[in-house]
């Protein structure tokens, strides 16, 4: 039964991976590409290393506010982490500590704004390692938000490195 069901997974994957999906993975490819330069022993870390070093926080506070309705989006519905079964105490845990971390205001708005990407990196985990439902509309809303975050902050990743 397992190769059945690893077969209807992979049909699935084929036939929804078109549109917000396949733009937030390649957008995602862009962000992984950047922050692997800022190594610090997981990919959490080296995702707001990177942010921190490669965004100012006036960059970072004006992004941040761009996307006020994208962060209360994920703060209202949390991206559960699909490794666990959406019972278990550690199934929004990543998340739900990530949103906090970005609403500190005793932060700087860089490492606000890393965690935000964290958020998204529990979204493309979703898809690599876990049993993501590419296709529902709620899978969908992710991507769209997840893109234009991903959007926000290349943009201005790349604008400042192409300054500096």
Request: hydrophobic share 40%.
């Amino acid at each position: 039964m397992p190769r059945k069901e690893a077969a209807i997974r992979a049909l699935h994957v084929i036939e929804h991976l078109g549109g917000k999906a396949e733009e937030f993975r390649s957008k995602w490819l862009s962000m992984q590409a950047f922050s692997s330069e800022f190594e610090r022993g997981n990919q959490r870390h080296s995702l707001i290393a990177a942010i921190e070093a490669g965004l100012s926080n006036t960059v970072a506070c004006n992004i941040i506010a761009k996307l006020e309705d994208e962060i209360e989006y994920l703060t209202k519905y949390p991206v559960g982490n699909l490794e666990y079964e959406e019972a278990d105490q550690n199934f929004y845990q990543n998340a739900l500590q990530d949103i906090r971390q970005a609403g500190l205001s005793t932060r700087e708005y860089s490492n606000r704004l890393g965690h935000v990407i964290c958020v998204v990196y529990q979204v493309r985990c979703n898809i690599e390692h876990g049993r993501k439902k590419l296709g529902t509309q709620r899978s969908q809303k992710l991507f769209h938000v997840c893109n234009k975050i991903l959007d926000l902050v290349m943009s201005a990743l790349l604008e400042e490195a192409e300054a500096a």
